[in-house]
């Protein structure tokens, strides 16, 4: 029996403006972008930062490679553009952790063909609110309507061997009946016994609703600039650590050329000596 397995990750670029997400799109639509078949007006004669990115079924981000596009004045990119988006990102470090775990990051700073470096930009605040929590919430409201490859999402439910819940227990109880069941075997309701007005609980009013929201926000906002951080950090520390080692290989190359001047002074030295007393002697 033949099996057709769907691709695991869904791969679409975002395009950012000054205040977020300005445009969506998947990379089948943005390689009829590369090859000059479509335009877009609205980016005409900009420089724009967009994010390769690559989705599971579960609609995490599990790759992103931050780049730039240069448009022309007819909304066409660049035809002399060329970044290998696919393998940057199977080659991409450890990133932040954006929900499921911590993603493939390729960015400016941290990128390890750096031929790329000049096409790259660095994921920050925009309009207070982080570029990668912007990545995030979009992807989640998939309005690229990216299809699970979940087993258990794509299962056929079968209707007739459903169970009819009881009525008490849509609203968070465990109860399960058969739809065989008779309504006369249904347990007898308990009394309603009020509450006093004081063990009433007390409605979280609308406002602090979004507080919270607002706070759980900033928190993950500082828990991704945290790990992009350290990201950074350890970019830095590698590039210090090759930059030494260059260095090093630098004056391991100076010793060795000043030992071997030194030989072949020396040697000049000793020759000089043999002729000064083969003079000497033939002048006797």
Known sequence: MNTTHKPLLTEAVLFFSERGIAKQMLYPEFEALLDGMVATPEFAEETIEAVFVQIN????????VFFTLDFDLDGHINPLWNMPLRNMAEKAGRGPDMGGGPIRLACLGFCVDTRYRPNLWKPGLRDGKSDLLRIKEAVTRNTLGILGDDRETLAVIQTENLQMAAEDAWYGGGNVVSPTARVGSAQPEQSF????????????????????????????????????????????RQRHQDHLAILQGELLDIKNELALQQKINLAL???????????????E
């Open 269 to 283: 030295k000793r020759d000089m000596a043999k002729l000064q007393n083969r003079s000497s002697s033939e002048a």
């Open 57 to 64: 079924s579960r609609l995490y981000v599990r790759a992103a």
């Open 193 to 236: 016994q009020p509450q006093p007005a004081d063990s009433a609980p007390t409605p979280v009013s609308s406002q602090q609703s979004d507080e919270r929201q607002q706070i759980s926000d900033l928190r993950q906002q500082l828990e991704e600039l945290r790990q992009l951080r350290e990201v950074e950090l350890a970019a830095e």
